[in-house]
């Protein structure tokens, strides 16, 4: 037996389908028109969206065609590789079994293309021209730019200033892709100009990069907005992770006890956990476990409330765990976890039981992934080093209580453009920042007040 097993599967087995668990649920709660406080219709999303986003943003059905304009893109890495680590359950002496999806082999190098290459087909659809978004660590702007250049769109980023300095290779990937990258909160909006007077120095946040972004989409005809998590039509593009590793998992002869994902706006823990739901919700014992960093606990410290989408107040109001969209996180590397909101499906999920949450400090996360590299040979990204710091814990619990259970856990993309964060963890430099709770009751102070006939 090989010290690592890969299942693969062929491009026969790629997915056809997108799933989406609003059809499982109870109908969601409706978003809120930020005007009036009344719940949004398809034109209210217009400006912003593409019809075809927008009809997957309220959908009830359970399966969504996946168009095949974009499963041929998603052929230039999909299927993604399910891996058996077997050298980490040697290191940690564990009886547990750990499987991970890997999703790091995309061109970007992470799992956001699998809503980027279906929102820009949408948006090319529909005479588009031109694509305006945010990112946080990167991996969801040079994910919208490669996207962008294959369906001839052109694509502005606005990157939270904190990553954008201390990840210039993404930056400079993004511009490899033909997009450009600024760095937010930036004097290109009054949104972005707002921030910077307050505080010329503000390291920015994914709330008021999402500002900058749908301002100027809003302000042109020609424009639409892009998002990397969070929204429904998001988490559904995901779930061909999901729908990937059941079939993986059948050719390895096991089942999940416990699905792990890293969390921040929602994304890729739903594409790995919300297929797995499906069949909880039909009685399989499964638990799902979401994981996020202590600096920016939304779903382990935030109310569920509705709450404006980014700082500047120009999204809808959406129901979520949220830590209010003026919260500013501290400058941590895992970037893409730094969102003050929680997805709505997740958010739903949590409340329904369907799932559980933790949160760890970046230190012992960085500190099992490189435990992890240097048993399984990958690098990991720092948002992914959150699911590989909870599937250790929950091997080593199994090692603790004689149990055999089998782990899966979505390695959302690799670290090959954050070997700064490393050396800086190498070099003690790292360091776990209290979370300032006057300061997150200082946010939640500023909820949104909604009809009653809402909440």
Same mark, same amino acid.
């Given at each position: 037996m090989s010290e690592s097993t890969k299942y693969l599967l062929s491009e026969e087995r790629l997915p056809k389908a997108w799933y989406n668990l609003a059809a499982d649920l109870q109908?969601?709660?409706?978003?809120?028109?930020?005007?009036?406080?009344?719940?949004?219709?398809?034109?209210?999303?217009?400006?912003?969206?593409?019809?075809?986003? +927008?009809?997957?943003?309220?959908?009830?059905?359970?399966?969504?065609? +996946?168009?095949?304009?974009?499963?041929?893109?998603?052929?230039?890495?999909?299927p993604s590789p399910l891996v058996r680590a077997r050298r980490l359950e040697k290191a940690l002496d564990t009886?547990?079994?750990?499987?991970?999806?890997?999703?790091?082999?995309?061109?970007?190098?992470?799992?956001?293309?699998?809503?980027?290459v279906a929102q820009a087909f949408y948006n090319k659809q529909e005479g588009v021209a031109r694509l305006t978004t945010e990112t946080g660590a990167g991996q969801w702007g040079s994910s919208l730019a490669f996207a962008g250049h294959l369906f001839g769109l052109a694509v502005e980023v606005y990157m939270v200033r904190i990553s954008y300095n201390q990840k210039p290779y993404r930056r400079a990937l993004m511009e490899t892709y033909g997009a450009t990258c600024i760095a937010s909160p930036s004097p290109n909006t009054a949104a972005g100009r707002a921030v910077l007077e307050r505080d010329p120095e503000s390291n920015g946040s994914l709330g008021i990069? +999402?500002?900058?972004?749908?301002?100027?989409?809003?302000?042109?005809?020609?424009?639409?907005?892009?998002?990397?998590?969070?929204?429904?039509h998001v988490c559904l593009h995901q779930t061909v992770i999901g729908e990937e590793a059941m079939l993986q998992m059948d050719m390895a002869d096991a089942e999940p006890d416990i699905v792990i994902g890293c969390v921040g706006g929602g994304s890729n823990f739903a594409g790995m956990a919300f297929p797995y739901m499906?069949?909880?919700?039909?009685?399989?014992a499964v638990r799902c476990i979401g994981v996020e960093p202590t600096s920016?606990?939304?779903?382990?410290?935030?109310?569920?409330?509705?709450d404006f989408g980014d700082t500047g107040k120009l999204t809808p109001l959406m129901r979520m765990y949220t830590l209010g969209s003026?919260?500013?996180?501290?400058?941590?590397?895992?970037?893409?976890?730094?969102?003050?909101?929680?997805?709505?499906?997740?958010?739903?999920?949590?409340?329904?039981?369907?799932?559980?949450?933790?949160?760890?400090?970046?230190?012992?996360?960085?500190?099992?992934?490189?435990?992890?590299?240097?048993?399984?040979? +990958?690098?990991?990204?720092?948002?992914?080093?959150?699911?590989?710091?909870?599937?250790?814990?929950?091997?080593?619990?199994?090692?603790?209580e004689g149990k055999a259970e089998t782990i899966l856990f979505n390695l959302s993309g690799h670290g090959h453009f954050d070997m700064q964060a490393y050396m800086d963890y190498f070099a003690g430099k790292m360091t776990d920042t209290p979370f300032d709770d006057a300061a997150l009751d200082s946010s939640l102070a500023t909820l949104p007040k909604v009809p009653e006939m809402a909440e």
């Open positions: 109908a969601p709660a409706p978003p809120l028109h930020p005007a009036t406080g009344q719940p949004l219709g398809p034109d209210d999303l217009a400006p912003l969206f593409p019809r075809g986003v +927008i009809e997957q943003e309220m959908s009830t059905e359970r399966w969504i065609d +996946i168009p095949e304009p974009v499963r041929e893109v998603y052929r230039l890495w999909r009886p547990a079994k750990i499987f991970f999806k890997y999703e790091g082999v995309s061109p970007a190098g992470s799992h956001k293309p699998n809503s980027a990069a +999402i500002s900058e972004a749908v301002e100027l989409a809003a302000s042109r005809d020609d424009t639409r907005y892009a998002l990397g998590s969070v929204l429904n499906r069949e909880k919700l039909k009685g399989k920016c606990p939304t779903l382990t410290k935030g109310p569920v409330a509705y003026g919260f500013m996180p501290p400058g941590t590397h895992a970037g893409g976890l730094r969102y003050h909101g929680m997805a709505p499906m997740v958010t739903q999920a949590m409340e329904h039981g369907l799932m559980e949450a933790r949160a760890y400090q970046q230190t012992e996360c960085f500190a099992a992934a490189v435990e992890f590299a240097r048993c399984e040979g +990958i690098v990991p990204a720092p948002e992914s080093s959150h699911a590989i710091k909870a599937a250790v814990d929950e091997a080593l619990r199994c090692k603790a």
